[in-house]
């Protein structure tokens, strides 16, 4: 079985930064895209940041230029690096993985969440 554990959230003023981690552990073989989704209260999970193995990214147009994200692939760890927050940051926060195990095929893998609030 594979674990994603997220770390990093929290409640942050206008303009200040946070970081997330997010550590897959498990019988793993192999990681392809990772990933961070948001979801805010009424609103559906939106794809936020992802990062191939190769360390393409991609961003949602609105973390654009505040938002990095990187990975760590010896240590199976992913991060988002939030800058420049704002009040519309504010949601629950998840890590995605694909992941192939020594007893499975590639599957998706999802965290807790971790809750980011950003105050005006």
């Known amino acids: 079985q594979v674990q994603l554990v997220e770390s990093g959230g929290g409640l942050v003023q206008a303009g200040g930064s946070l970081r997330l981690s997010c550590a897959a552990s498990g019988s793993i073989i192999r990681i392809n895209n990772m990933d961070w989704y948001r979801q805010a209260p009424g609103k559906q999970r939106e794809l936020v940041a992802s990062?191939?193995?190769?360390?393409?990214?991609n961003y949602l147009d609105s973390v654009k230029g505040r938002f990095t994200i990187s990975r760590d692939n010896a240590k199976n760890t992913v991060y988002l690096q939030m800058n420049s927050l704002k009040p519309e940051d504010t949601a629950v926060y998840y890590c995605?993985?694909?992941?192939?195990?020594?007893?499975?095929?590639?599957?998706?893998?999802w965290g807790q969440g971790t809750q980011v609030t950003v105050s005006s």
């Open positions: 995605n993985a694909g992941v192939q195990t020594r007893f499975s095929r590639l599957n998706d893998y």
């Open positions: 990062i191939t193995s190769g360390g393409s990214t």
